[in-house]
């Protein structure tokens, strides 16, 4: 069975440019989540979604930040315009449900900001 | 909301010894305790999780026990092996009607051969 896909895996861009990050969940799996990973840290959760709907979006900074789940499969997150402060690891993780359920975590984009 | 506490940060051992990560959490109403292994460049993959009506919980050569009164669970490793090392994080969830985890900031584990 195929794992979480992300791409692109790294992405180097300048301050002020968009960037987008695309995830494929399991097969499935209805909940989708993504993280922000910064280094020496642990996940911290931007937005889930449950099917198409987005729940749990308080940490996501809706002023450059925003993300889609069309069709309720693949999620699309996108910053625009990008910071130096938004250099991380931005992980992609699904799940059959959510309460209590497991986590299936992507590679994870490690986006550059220079 | 939820805090999560790791120690240690960094674990260095010889091949064969045991590793032991502990974790502390803040909110009681938390039950869900799952722990995940990072390797360098790859997400996080659960190995060990337990619910808080059991104590204790093994698989093979890993096992992590739960102290709900004192809010503190562990992960503990035996013969350890260099395939082990990775970074750990434990997490808790289930507090309040949220279910989204709240993660340690991981223990960097090295295990020397």
Redesign the interface.
């Known amino acids: 069975e195929a794992g979480?896909v992300q791409s692109p895996r790294y992405k180097i861009i300048e301050k002020k440019q968009p960037v987008a990050f695309w995830c494929n969940p399991i097969s499935g799996h209805n909940t989708l989540?993504w993280y922000l990973q910064n280094l020496?840290?642990?996940?911290?959760?931007l937005i889930?979604y449950e099917n198409e709907e987005a729940v749990?979006d308080s940490q996501l900074p809706k002023d450059r930040f925003s993300a889609e789940r069309l069709k309720g499969v693949d999620s699309t997150l996108k910053i625009q315009p990008a910071e130096l402060g938004d250099s991380a690891v931005y992980?992609c993780?699904s799940s059959l449900g959510?309460?209590?359920?497991?986590?299936?975590?992507?590679?994870?984009t490690r986006l550059t900001v220079t | 909301g939820e805090n999560?506490e790791?120690h240690p940060s960094t674990l260095s051992v010889q091949e064969g010894d045991s590793a032991v990560i502990k974790c502390t959490y803040s909110d009681s109403a938390s039950?869900?305790f799952?722990w995940?292994k990072q390797e360098l460049?790859?997400?996080?993959?659960?190995i060990i999780?337990i619910?808080s009506n059991v104590g204790e919980k093994k698989d093979q050569r890993i096992a992590v026990t739960l102290n709900k009164t004192a809010k503190h669970f562990s992960l503990h490793i035996t013969e350890t092996q260099p395939e082990d090392s990775a970074v750990y994080?434990c997490?808790a969830?289930?507090s309040g009607g949220?279910?989204?985890?709240t993660?340690?900031?991981?223990t960097s584990l090295i295990v020397h051969p």
């Open positions: 979480v989540y020496g840290q642990g996940p911290e959760l889930r749990d992980l993780a959510v309460a209590g359920a497991v986590q299936y975590f992507g590679p994870g | 999560v790791q039950n869900y799952p995940y460049g790859k997400g996080p993959q659960l999780d619910r994080f997490a969830s289930g949220s279910y989204i985890p993660f340690g900031r991981g």
